[in-house]
Antibody, heavy 119, light 107 residues
Framework: EVQLVESGGGLVQPGGSLRLSCAASGFTFSSYWMNWVRQAPGKGLEWVANIKGDGRTIFYVDSVKGRFIISRDNAKNSLYLQMDSLRADDTAVYYC????????????WGQGTLVTVSS | DIQMTQSPSTLSASVGDRVTITCRASQSISTWLAWYQQKPGKAPKLLLYKASTLEGGVPTRFSGSGSGTEFTLTISSLQPDDFATYYCQQYNSYPLTFGGGTKVEIK
């Protein structure tokens, strides 16, 4: 059974940093693109970043470029999102999601972890 | 960036109704479109991809159509479990973008 479990969310002050983790199990982690998708309270979905199975190809939405870094450790079956220079508009539930093999659509999702940026 | 526009934003319907949600892309995305269902407090669930391919385990009352810039999600006979918010997502080009969502409410 595919499982994705996010951790690392919490309350952080504007300008601060946070590192999210996603522990994956039930599939060959290194074979799949992985994503971070966020959802601000009461708002829609926003794709944040993704990373290819080998970690060599990465994409970001413009609003997080230069502030967030997506990475993975295939030996630990883990996905990460290092978030720096956090702003109030980064407040959201952050979901880790695994793509279908040949399409950039997310088939499996974690339960999400809430990041709140506030003073 | 490709903008995805869904309509309506809210839809009131009854059990048994046929429901259609529209998603328009700001430029052609061929058939690189997915649909998700999300219930309050839960992660999204993939329903369809490549505009019309049903994800495994998804009931056949859900169907998708379209290509280029206009797409539809149809629920042939609305069931109680279908009251939720639906999102389209294009994956033709980066950044991947979602529509604003359509909330299907009980009439």
């Amino acid at each position: 059974e595919v499982q994705l479990v996010e951790s690392g969310g919490g309350l952080v002050q504007p300008g601060g940093s946070l590192r999210l983790s996603c522990a994956a199990s039930g599939f060959t982690f290194s074979s799949y693109w992985m994503n971070w998708v966020r959802q601000a309270p009461g708002k829609g979905l926003e794709w944040v970043a993704n990373i290819k199975g080998d970690g060599r190809t990465i994409f970001y939405v413009d609003s997080v470029k230069g502030r967030f870094i997506i990475s993975r450790d295939n030996a630990k079956n883990s996905l990460y999102l290092q978030m720096d220079s956090l702003r109030a508009d980064d407040t959201a539930v952050y979901y880790c999601a695994r793509d279908i093999e040949s399409h950039r659509v997310s088939e499996y999702w974690g339960q999400g972890t809430l990041v709140t940026v506030s003073s | 960036d490709i903008q995805m526009t869904q309509s309506p934003s809210t839809l009131s319907a009854s059990v048994g109704d046929r429901v259609t949600i529209t998603c328009r892309a700001s430029q052609s995305i061929s058939t690189w479109l997915a649909w998700y269902q999300q219930k309050p407090g839960k992660a999204p669930k993939l329903l369809l991809y490549k505009a019309s391919t049903l994800e495994g385990g998804v009931p056949t009352r859900f169907s998708g159509s379209g290509s280029g810039t206009e797409f539809t999600l149809t629920i042939s006979s609305l069931q109680p479990d279908d009251f939720a918010t639906y999102y389209c997502q294009q994956y033709n080009s980066y950044p991947l973008t979602f529509g604003g969502g359509t909330k299907v409410e009980i009439k």
